[in-house]
């Protein structure tokens, strides 16, 4: 049966449609006409109790304006790769072989994909293990693909390993806290498979991953939204994994803000680089991880208690996050003359940020037409710094209104030297360096200047850049980014990440054949190619979440 016409025949008293909720307007993608997408179901319906899960394989998705139905034509030449009328770069076939070297198996069935699979490196150290937020460009890469069936398995075999006691030195996690990453390991003497999972008790730092959780309820809608199968987001266990996640981060405690305070290194930027607070990374991915929810929350008891509290989360999220995360030229004006020491409700300088504490460099980079969310935003502290994931996930969440996303768009393109350069995408700007690198990184020999996360490259962020470009209409820029890395990361067996300030050498500690390289590459070529794909990971604005409140001219919540 059609996923969509299923999903409309379904009893809306019991569920949240996820078609009728969020679906996004493919029409003006582009401005190219929608496409007649069907959707087939084939997946059996298994107990989560059973550990080794098998699945027909099937769903995949039916393009009929642009090849034939059931046309994937194998292992070397993906189903996405005939659907264009041009002939795929020949980076794809060796992008896909390499991505199913990375597949690991669980009894039989696969489950994810590793880190990396760099066999020059001396140091496997952890990555031979599935990382939750690792295996999220895989796992759209597959779907995309036609390919659930692993994605499947990993939703369940990581809400498997949410159930379990987490401890780390005695002290007791929360009992919705997902994984950072599992391992399998295989017994061939007994012939036994078993999972270890990581929750930070075994990181660098030893850093609980706030961002695990989030990407969890984002790639279930992905899946949902990609196969139309929504029997497995209306099972008892995914509705209690998602109200578990939900009641870490909805708690309530001493903030007096609606954004969720974290920790160093509890997310991409793992470790420690001067995030602690509020990040916008991970106050993107909380949003859009809120608005999945409240598409597949069933609105029974237990599930209309958290659509209450997420509904009012998140028109206090966004509206705190438009105003005072945003930075364009005017707001920086604003910021610039800003009077200190501000007492009541009448404040304009509401976190009393001192304006001399406003770095030199971004007074120069910020261009007359542009904008983006700053990294963080705490009481007597504004970091200016740009991270990309924060804004693209901005962008794709619908966090940044139209005029915003547009805005960091024109920001990309007038700073395209600053933050792309030869290797797309850098994943802060700009790099911390002499004393302030020893104070905010304690002297980190891996967060050097312009490397790793401290102002390298990550090719990883081109999907995330492409889905952006699609959203907003701005697909030349996706491709000019994708042209650079294909000039480069082939060659350079598709690195981690890129260093120096235009991101013209491989990292120096780089893994090579690193999997969400690969993957991040495959999903958004399949992006471009076909923009229909954007629908999974990309949610419409909320038309019933008015404006609350105003900060200044520049913008309104």
Not at 31 to 49: A, G, H, T, V, Y
């Amino acid at each position: 049966m059609d996923g969509t016409k299923e999903m409309g025949l379904r009893n809306v008293s019991s569920t949240c449609s996820i078609s009728d909720m969020d679906d996004f307007d493919l029409s003006r993608l582009l401005d190219k006409p929608r496409l007649n997408i069907e959707r087939k179901r084939s997946f059996d319906e298994r107990s989560l109790s059973e550990l080794s899960i098998g699945f027909t394989r099937g769903g995949l998705d039916n393009y009929e304006s642009t090849y034939s139905p059931g046309g994937r034509s194998g292992f070397d030449t993906p189903a996405s790769s005939t659907r264009n009328s041009f002939e795929p770069h020949p980076m794809v076939a060796d992008a896909w072989e390499a991505l199913r070297r990375s597949i690991v198996y669980f009894r039989g069935q696969p489950v994810g994909t590793i880190a990396a699979i760099d066999h020059a490196s001396e140091e496997v150290l952890n990555y031979d293990q599935v990382f939750v937020r690792d295996f999220f460009p895989s796992a759209l890469a597959f779907l995309m693909n036609g390919e659930p069936e692993i994605v499947k398995n990993f939703l369940l075999k990581t809400l498997h390993l949410q159930g379990w006691e987490k401890r780390i030195d005695r002290f007791k996690l929360g009992e919705g806290a997902m994984p950072a990453s599992f391992k399998v390991l295989h017994d061939p003497i007994r012939k036994t498979d078993t999972l270890i999972a990581d929750f930070g008790e075994s990181a660098i730092g030893r850093v609980a991953p706030v961002d695990s959780g989030f990407w969890w309820i984002i790639l279930l809608r992905a899946y949902t939204k990609s196969t139309g199968d929504l029997s497995l987001a209306e099972t008892s266990e995914c509705q209690k994994g998602m109200r578990l996640i939900l009641s870490l981060c909805l708690s309530e405690g001493f903030d007096t803000f609606p954004t969720l305070l974290c920790a160093d290194g509890c997310s991409m930027i793992d470790r420690r680089m001067g995030i602690y607070g509020y990040p916008i990374e991970i106050q993107a991915l909380f949003f859009m991880s809120l608005r999945c929810a409240l598409s597949m929350l069933k609105h029974d008891t237990e599930g209309k208690e958290f659509i209450e509290r997420i509904v009012k989360r998140l028109h206090a999220l966004r509206c705190h996050m438009r105003s005072y995360f945003w930075l364009d030229f005017q707001q920086l004006n604003d910021i610039y003359r800003y009077k200190t020491e501000e007492y009541s409700h009448t404040a304009v300088n509401k976190f009393n940020v001192i304006p001399d504490s406003i770095p030199d460099w971004v007074f120069d980079f910020m261009p007359t037409r542009g904008g983006y969310f700053i990294g963080n935003v705490s009481p007597a502290r504004m970091d200016f710094r740009w991270f990309a994931l924060g804004n693209c996930v901005a962008i794709l969440s619908s966090l940044a209104t139209p005029e915003q996303s547009m805005a960091i768009m024109d920001l990309i393109e007038s700073r395209w030297e600053e933050l792309v350069g030869e290797m797309p995408l850098k994943i802060a700007y700009p790099a911390i360096e002499s004393h302030e690198w020893r104070i905010v990184t304690g002297c980190d020999p891996k967060n050097t200047r312009w490397s790793y996360h401290n102002g390298g490259s990550w090719p990883v962020l081109l999907w995330m850049l492409t889905a952006a470009c699609i959203k907003t209409g701005r697909p030349q820029i996706a491709r000019r980014a994708i042209d650079l890395a294909e000039t480069r990361l082939l060659k350079d067996s598709w690195p981690e990440y890129y260093d120096g300030k235009v991101g013209r050498f491989i990292g120096k500690q780089a893994r090579k054949y690193q999997t969400w390289s690969i993957a991040g590459y495959l999903v958004a070529k399949m992006m471009l190619e076909d923009p229909s794909h954007l629908g999974m990971i990309s949610l419409e604005e909320d038309k019933q979440m008015k404006p609350v409140i105003k900060r200044s001219t520049s913008w309104t919540c």
